[in-house]
Nanobody
Framework: QVQLVESGGGLVQAGGSLRLSCAAS????????MGWFRQAPGKERESVAT????????FYADSVKGRFTISRDNAKNTVDLQMNSLEPGDTAVYFC?????????????????????WGQGTQVTVSS
């Protein structure tokens, strides 16, 4: 059974930092893209950042560019999201995701519908 388990969410003041981690088990994703998505109350889930299989190519939503950094460790089957300069608008449930379709694709998938494995989510709340 494949599982993605997120950790690291919590409550932080605006301007603060959090690091989210996601550990995958049940299969390896070392040849596929992984990513982070988020869903705020009353809004649709959106892409935050995705990373190619080898960590070379990344995608960031415009709203987080320069503040968030995605990274992965294929030996550990993990993907992390370092979030700095957090804003109240970053408040959401953050989901880890992995896709199994595109083998060693140079550019990581960006859209939600390309990812077929999902974690349960972790809450991030940024207070003003």
């Amino acid at each position: 059974q494949v599982q993605l388990v997120e950790s690291g969410g919590g409550l932080v003041q605006a301007g603060g930092s959090l690091r989210l981690s996601c550990a995958a088990s049940g299969r390896t994703f070392q040849n596929n893209a992984m990513g982070w998505f988020r869903q705020a109350p009353g809004k649709e889930r959106e892409s935050v950042a995705t990373i190619a299989w080898n960590g070379v190519s990344t995608f960031y939503a415009d709203s987080v560019k320069g503040r968030f950094t995605i990274s992965r460790d294929n030996a550990k089957n993990t993907v992390d999201l370092q979030m700095n300069s957090l804003e109240p608008g970053d408040t959401a449930v953050y989901f880890c995701a992995a896709e199994s379709i595109y083998y060693r694709r140079a550019v990581p998938a960006q859209r939600e519908n390309a990812f077929d494995y999902w974690g349960q989510g972790t809450q991030v709340t940024v207070s003003s």
